[in-house]
T-cell receptor, first 115, second 114 residues
Framework: KAGVTQTPRYLIKTRGQQVTLSCSPI?????VSWYQQTPGQGLQFLFE???????NKGNFPGRFSGRQFSNSRSEMNVSTLELGDSALYLC??????????????FGEGSRLTVL | AQKVTQAQTEISVVEKEDVTLDCVYE???????LFWYKQPPSGELVFLIR??????QNEISGRYSWNFQKSTSSFNFTITASQVVDSAVYFC???????????FGPGTRLSVLP
């Protein structure tokens, strides 16, 4: 069965621009989580969506937002890009019920470079 | 608050050596779940193992083995007879019983030299 698909894989933006990243979860998975990975901060949780609702949110500024569609696909958006937003953005999906304690399945990530 | 510590930032070994990656966690929950993930250069985190807090049995899967010790809050990962393909960043992670928090450690970069 197809894994988690993220697009685009690589992108370059300039400061002040905005970017939208897309994630298609594994078929049947209803939860999508987003993580930011940088060399200095490691893996940091951005937010999680379940049934089109944001269920959990990490400690990131409001410039970072996301949404989930009825088919469980998710997008995240970063507005007014800063140099520090350069990172690998990873999407993960899981089956998710009311309390999902299973593993996360990750995509290959979208590598964003902000110049 | 939950926390995962991986004290080893980078490890280098020569092929065929055994290597152990350390993971220490902190949680107030009595029920929780521990994970190990491998991140090769391609970027995708690959799930290796999940262990719940009530199952302290060690597990072996091929060259991989895991030692879970609740008394010391550790969940260490050993690779036996390492191979170059094992070179990657390895992450230990902790998830609470409600599935609301999934906390990753900082990762250990393993380099296996031929």
């Amino acid at each position: 069965k197809a894994g988690v698909t993220q697009t685009p894989r690589y992108l370059i933006k300039t400061r002040g621009q905005q970017v939208t990243l897309s994630c298609s979860p594994i078929s049947g998975h209803r939860s999508v989580s987003w993580y930011q990975q940088t060399p200095g901060q490691g893996l940091q949780f951005l937010f999680e969506y379940f049934s089109e609702t944001q269920r959990n949110k990490g400690n990131f500024p409001g410039r970072f937002s996301g949404r989930q569609f009825s088919n469980s696909r998710s997008e995240m958006n970063v507005s007014t890009l800063e140099l520090g937003d350069s990172a690998l953005y990873l999407c993960a999906s899981s089956l998710a019920g009311a309390s999902d304690t299973g593993e996360l399945f990750f995509g290959e990530g979208s590598r964003l470079t902000v110049l | 608050a939950q926390k995962v510590t991986q004290a080893q930032t980078e490890i280098s070994v020569v092929e065929k050596e055994d290597v152990t990656l350390d993971c220490v966690y902190e949680t107030r929950d009595t029920t929780y779940y521990l994970f190990w993930y491998k991140q090769p250069p391609s970027g995708e985190l690959v799930f290796l193992i999940r262990r719940n807090s009530f199952d302290e049995q060690n597990e072996i899967s091929g060259r991989y083995s895991w030692n879970f010790q609740k008394s010391t809050s550790s969940f260490n990962f050993t690779i036996t007879a390492s191979q170059v393909v094992d070179s990657a960043v390895y992450f230990c992670a902790l998830r609470d019983n409600y599935g609301q928090n999934f906390v990753f450690g900082p990762g250990t970069r393993l380099s296996v030299l031929p």
